[in-house]
């Protein structure tokens, strides 16, 4: 059996240079990576199932609802693999109503939120939208965070319409959450938590764009709450990398508003404006080869547990 130190899936092409990158800083420090892409996901599949192929730690960036790639990670579960973001946990994270109950018992702040099935009664459905008022949020109950998701309803017409749209989805209505503005811009950050650090990014959410902030203006905006926040929203869904969106409703007050997304958008903004800064992909990269680097010197006794528990 040949086995390599990181196996990385992925299926979106979005992806393709961040797996590139990463790909190539692993090979500088010595890691050995294996990549899975469409082109040869079912000759490693044969391997894997084989034993002629495994990981001693994978990364699975494909999409939640990926043909090819769907089961790969619950099958390699079955293996003596470690993993960034255990498939158990990933498929938690999935779960809205599952996170959102998650974040209530850890006492997370979140907004007013009910979900919603189709088959529910008019009555039940207004009763619901009426807890969160309207205009209201609109998301899909289950799948990773995207904004390009969320839809503003302004009654139970609207919300009836865009149910009955796709019938068997389900859906979680969040009361809407407009932040308060700090030095002019709205109090809204985009936080990445990356293998035990954290990284506050602003995110300005009508134009789209990242921006980094200093140490100098976290204090100073009084953002220092992000962190514990970001530490048990950690212990909740207990996923080694992701990212959540945060806002201040007002002056010290935090609400979670995207939960979290197992598989944040690694793209650059010197190509994409409304991607990260390039700086923090690269820190995002190394961060990425200095956990697995462990694992590589331990093989099988890896340094944390294969069951998704921490």
Request: charged share 30%; hydrophobic share 35%.
């Amino acid at each position: 059996m040949e086995t390599f130190d990181l196996g990385i899936a992925w299926d979106n092409e979005v992806d393709n240079e961040f797996v590139n990158e990463l790909n190539d800083c692993c090979l500088k420090e010595g890691i050995r990576p294996y990549l899975i892409h469409a082109y040869n996901f079912f000759s490693s599949l044969k391997d894997i199932t084989e034993d002629l192929l495994s990981f001693h730690c994978f990364f699975d960036r494909s999409s939640d609802d990926s043909s090819t790639f769907g089961g790969l990670a619950e099958f390699l579960k079955k293996k003596d693999i470690n993993f960034i973001n255990h498939p158990d946990n990933v498929k938690n994270s999935l779960d809205k109503s599952k996170i959102h109950s998650m974040f209530i018992s850890y006492g997370l702040p979140v907004p007013k939120t009910v979900f919603l099935k189709s088959q529910e009664e008019r009555q039940v459905l207004e009763a619901k939208i009426q807890h969160v008022s309207v205009p209201c949020q609109l998301k899909s109950a289950f799948g990773s965070g995207d904004e390009s998701t969320v839809l503003t309803v302004n009654s139970l017409d609207d919300v009836l319409r865009l149910m009955g749209e796709e019938e068997d989805k389900s859906y979680f209505a969040q009361e809407r959450v407009l932040p308060i503005k700090l030095e002019d811009k709205p109090a809204w950050f985009k936080v990445l938590y990356c293998f035990g650090e954290i990284i506050p990014l602003r995110w300005h959410p009508e134009i789209r764009e990242h921006e980094t902030l200093s140490l100098r203006q976290i204090y100073r905006l009084g953002l220092h709450e992000i962190w514990p926040i970001t530490k048990k929203i950690k212990q909740a869904c207990k996923l080694d990398f992701f990212s959540t969106d945060i806002v201040m409703k007002e002056k010290g007050k935090f609400l979670i508003v995207d939960y979290v997304n197992d598989r944040p958008d690694m793209r650059r903004k010197s190509k994409f404006k409304d991607a990260l800064p390039d700086e923090i992909v690269d820190k995002v990269i190394h961060s990425i080869v200095s956990f697995v680097k462990p694992i590589k010197k331990y093989g099988s006794q890896g340094i944390r547990s294969k069951s998704g528990k921490d």
